[in-house]
C-alpha cells in the first residue's frame, strides 16, 4: 500500500497524527476543568463471600461526568496519571467515599469495607497520606474497612520507597491489596516486598474457566501462593455460574464480577444490599 501511494499515506498519517495530538491536548485541558468543577464520582461494585453467602465489601470505581455523560477510566485514567492529576481527582473524593460507607454500614447494621484504587504517582504527590487520614478521620471510618489497591505494573523504580509508604499505611490500620495480580511481570517480587493483606487476580484468568488448563492451573496456583502468604485472594471477573461454581470448587471464597453486579452508582447500593440479603 505504501509503495502504491506513499506520499498519500504520509499526509493521512501526519494529518491524523495532529488531530490525535490536538484532541489529547483538548482532552488534557478539559479534565484539569473537570478536576476543578468536581465532576468525578464513583460507582461502586460489591465484593461477594462464597463460604459466608454474603457481600462483604464495596470497590469505588471512579468515573467522570462530563455533560451529562458518565465516562469511564480507560477514557481519562491514562492522561490524569501522566499529568499527575489523579491524585487531587482522587483525593477529592476520599471523604465523600468514606462518608458514604460509614452511613451505608449504620443503615445496614454491619460493617462493609471499601476498597478504593491507587495509582502508583500517587505516593509521590505530597499530601496523599495526609488527605487519606484526615477524610478517614473526618469520616469516623475505622481504618480496617479501607483497603487501597494498587497496581503492580507501574511502580517498578520506586518499590522500595512505595512499600515503606504502603507498611506505614497497614500500621495505621489499611489494608492492602495487590490489583490485577498476574497480568504484570514481576508479581511474586512484589508478593515478597509489599506489605499486603490481599490479592486480586487479574480477570484475564477466569475469562475462559472452566475449559482452559493453563488457567486453571494459574487460578489453583494463586489459590494457594494466598494460603501460603497468609493473604485473601479475590478473584475479579466472574460473570458466568459456572465459573462461579468451579471457583468454589477449587476452594475459592471471594469473589467480584458481572455475576454478583455490575459497578452502580451510590444511591442503588442500599437497596441491592438489602434485596440480596433476603
Ligand atoms: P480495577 O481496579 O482492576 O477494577 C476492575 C475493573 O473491571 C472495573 O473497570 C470493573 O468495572 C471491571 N469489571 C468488574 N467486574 C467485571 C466483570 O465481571 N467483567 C468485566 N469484563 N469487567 C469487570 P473500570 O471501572 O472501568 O475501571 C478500570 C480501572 O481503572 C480499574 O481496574 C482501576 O485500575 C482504575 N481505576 C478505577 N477507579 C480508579 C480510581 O479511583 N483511582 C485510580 N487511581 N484508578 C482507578
Ligand atoms: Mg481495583
Ligand atoms: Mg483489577
Ligand atoms: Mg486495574
Known sequence: RSKTNGRGSYEIFTTALSDFIKESVKLEER?????????FFMHYQPIYDLQKKEIIGLEALMRWNYKGVTYFPDTFLSVMEETKMIAEASSNLFISVFHFIKKLNEALGRELFVSINISPVQFSVAPFQESLIHALEASTLRAQLVCLEVTESLFLENIEEVSQKLAALKTYGFCIALD??????SSLQYLKVLPLNKLKLDRIFVQDLPDSQSDIAITQSVLALGKNFNVNVIVEGVETEEQCKFLEQIGCRYIQGYLISKPMPEENVLEFLREKEH
Open 180 to 185: 490485577d495480580f498476574g497480568s504484570g511481570y
Open 31 to 39: 479534565l484539569k476543568k473537570a478536576v476543578e468543577k468536581h465532576e
